[in-house]
């Protein structure tokens, strides 16, 4: 149900992540409606801010920086330059737009994981993962392909098939192999921390299905598929070198999860922008917190990231959380591995003056 009486509104946007530029898939699915909607409660005289910020840790930055010979770093420090300039360029008036490679970032997740730890809110489990003894290296999520158990696709993720969009273990995989040497990978022992998702799931159930029947119908009818499909403990951690260390004891050489440091990151931005009264927009239930995203980002913002809010336990969940399908162009989906796509700061090159005719 619409809260009436909220004092402020808390607008983010999905973090791009910063392994390639921003095309206009993007800007129509999240941008441009965010920020027509901050920029007519500004006009209204309500008190608003609108958080941005690029989305810097997990395995396709590090693949990247590996095939052009560089360093994580110089991936995201390009291509959070690009993002950040063009997305200017356009008028998207975001309040501020950082990156989850920032100092506050570090602390704040760091400190989100460790108390959740502290209060006993993880499982931890030792389980068998690929490893490459070729290159001597882990093989978390991308690092890892074969073919997927249920529809055949012999280019499967290690923790997704892009054919049939089912979440994998990348052990389900036939024929695994690895992405770095191509190599059939072994089997080692390592340890994780898990987030157990099943026990939030009577709260999310009651939470979603039943006090916000008002959200968009494409994303009450997935979290609705998600929880009757029944929710299951998933790893907050991985083996990779880039990303923020997992900041407990016996944990070297391990890092927080993309997928949870990233949300992370709209708390972390807020702070950079107000740091001494950035806790009510995010604590106080006087406030409205509204997460625009992209379709595939829908278990991510309304299970994963409140599931995690939830255990925390200090936080306010959002009220709504808007998602829009993919555009097509000229029929055909975008694609930035395809590079089928109309690339932002191009368009902004090409076509000087013209922002408001694209948006
Ligand atoms: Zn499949």
């Known amino acids: 149900m619409e809260k009436k009486n909220y004092k402020r509104t808390l607008v983010t946007t999905a973090l791009p992540y910063a392994n390639g530029p921003v095309h206009i898939g993007h800007l129509a699915g999240v941008y441009v409606p965010a920020d027509i909607y901050t920029r007519y409660l500004r006009l209204k005289g309500e008190d608003v801010v609108m958080i941005g910020g690029s989305d810097e840790h997990g395995v396709p930055i590090t693949i990247k920086a590996q095939k052009e010979g560089v360093t994580p770093q110089d991936i995201v420090d390009r291509y959070h330059n690009i993002i950040k300039d063009s997305m200017a360029g356009l008028g998207i008036s975001f309040d501020v737009y950082g990156r989850t490679t920032s100092a506050t970032h570090r602390v704040t997740a760091s400190e989100f994981f460790k108390k959740l730890y502290d209060n006993g809110e993880f499982i931890e489990k030792t389980s068998q993962q690929f490893y490459d003894e070729e290159a001597d290296q882990w093989l978390a999520d991308r690092y890892i392909m074969g073919t997927c158990p249920h529809c055949g696709n012999e280019r499967a993720y290690g923790d997704q098939c892009e054919a049939c969009g089912r979440d994998l273990n990348a052990t389900d995989l036939i024929n695994p192999h690895s992405t770095i040497t191509g190599n059939v990978p072994v089997l080692r022992e390592t340890k994780h921390w898990y987030m157990p998702l099943d026990k939030w799931e009577p709260r999310l159930r009651q939470w979603i299905l039943e006090e916000h029947k008002e959200w968009k119908t494409n994303v009450y009818g997935q979290c609705k598929s998600w929880l009757d499909g029944g929710l299951q403990p998933r790893a907050v951690t991985r083996d990779l070198n880039w990303g923020i260390p997992v900041p407990i004891e016996g944990a070297e050489g ?97 076509f000087p003056g013209k922002e408001d005719v694209l948006r």
């Open 254 to 350: 391990k890092v927080l999860y993309v997928w949870f440091d990233a949300p992370i990151g709209y708390i972390s931005n807020t702070k950079d922008l107000l740091p001494d009264t950035w806790e009510k927009y995010w604590k106080d239930p006087e406030t409205r917190i509204i997460h625009f995203i992209g379709k595939d980002n829908i278990v991510f913002h309304c299970l994963i990231f409140p599931a995690m809010l939830m255990a925390e336990g200090t936080y306010q969940l959002p009220e709504n959380v808007p998602a829009n399908e993919f555009l097509n162009l000229e029929g055909d989906k975008i694609s930035t591995s395809r590079n089928w796509a109309v690339w932002l700061h191009e368009y902004l090159e090409e």
